[in-house]
């Protein structure tokens, strides 16, 4: 049985995943690292828990020696939009955490995953259905982090052995914690909005299409490409995975099938539509269908009932 560290275990996808991860390997067997609060509910109650700073190397390598670890989940980051605000934080988290990740999983034999982005993609790239192997020249500190943080994991890989693995997510859209300071979070804020029955203002403009992925999908393709097989493996950091694209009209008509009277306003905010103008309209994920068959469950339509299904338990 596996023995995971989850670093940043309790931000958007790490409090799902570390759910996840619980109930295929058993609760004890995934110790999840926290750093600051919010916590999410139940959090210290749910299994093994430890403090890291994951940008100081003798607190990963505490945590993996004393929990007999073999693979490390590095979720510690900071998302584009914060990250445009505060660049040297946005560095040092991102690629600090994942340098001392590596590092560790080097002397300790782990494997470990690292989210990288549709971020690693900047405007010069092919904007649709962006290609697994093409031109990545971001322009912003969240990009180039996710850039460096594929060729340092690649790097790992090739030079000494370490299993890396990773995907290129699109916005997630999740309904248990709140996103943490990213371009595409206006995606999820839109439906608490329109469940409480308010009007949503959009920061990012019509007509700019983003991929996206419900955080099932999400948390499947981690999994997933964590269990693949090796040997199938032609790539490795990072893949490309997306399950729809959409611009915020064609999200708020999904919702209007079931909210008819839901309304949307626009006031643009200027750091998060520079961003998306950089990013791809949609990605081509046909090297991760091959490599370790993905397939995505779910599209806006499917998406849009589930999450205004649990949203309207959660916020009544
Ligand atoms: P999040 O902001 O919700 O959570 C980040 C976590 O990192 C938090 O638990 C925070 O406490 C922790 N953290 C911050 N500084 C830390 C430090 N010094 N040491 C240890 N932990 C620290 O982010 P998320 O949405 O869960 O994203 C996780 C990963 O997935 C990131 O690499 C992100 O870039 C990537 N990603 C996310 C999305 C998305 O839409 N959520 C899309 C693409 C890629
Ligand atoms: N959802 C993330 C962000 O907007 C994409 O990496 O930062």
């Not at 690292?33 to 890291?52: C, R, S, W």
């Amino acid at each position: 049985m596996k023995r995971i560290l989850i670093v940043g275990s309790t931000g958007q996808i790490g409090s799902e995943l570390s759910c996840k991860l619980r109930s295929i390997y058993g609760t004890d067997n995934v110790v999840c690292g926290h750093f600051a609060p919010p916590y999410p509910e139940g959090f210290f109650d749910a299994g093994p828990t430890v403090k890291i700073d994951a940008t100081d190397i003798n607190q990963v390598a505490e945590a993996v020696k004393t929990y007999k670890i073999d693979t490390i989940y590095n979720l510690a980051a900071i998302l584009s939009a914060t990250a445009e605000l505060h660049p040297q934080l946005g560095w040092t988290v991102g690629i600090g955490s994942l340098l001392n990740c590596l590092n560790v999983a080097k002397e300790y034999g782990c494997a470990v995953f690292t989210p990288s982005s549709i971020g690693a993609f900047g405007s010069d790239t092919p904007r649709v259905k962006t290609p697994q192997d093409t031109l990545q020249r971001p322009t912003t500190i969240y990009g180039i982090t996710k850039v460096t943080g594929e060729l340092l994991s690649d790097y790992y890989f090739h030079r000494w052995g370490v299993d890396t693995r990773s995907v290129r997510y699109p916005g997630l859209i999740s309904n248990m914690t709140l996103p943490g300071g990213g371009t595409t979070d206006y995606a999820v804020e839109i439906y608490y909005k329109a469940v409480k029955g308010e009007k949503f203002t959009c920061p990012i403009k019509a007509g700019t299409l983003m991929d996206m992925m419900y955080m099932p999908d999400a948390l499947d393709a981690a999994i997933q490409l964590m269990e693949a097989d090796p040997a199938r493996l032609k790539h490795r950091n990072s893949f490309n995975v997306t399950a729809m694209s959409f611009d915020p009209e064609m999200l708020k008509a999904a919702i209007q099938r079931h909210y008819p009277d839901f309304k949307m306003e626009y006031d643009i905010d200027p750091v998060k539509q520079a961003i998306a103008d950089s990013w791809p309209d949609s990605m081509d994920d046909s090297c991760a269908r091959e490599e370790w068959d993905w397939n995505p469950k779910y599209d806006l339509d499917t998406m849009t009932k589930d999450m205004i299904n649990v949203l309207q338990l959660k916020l009544q």
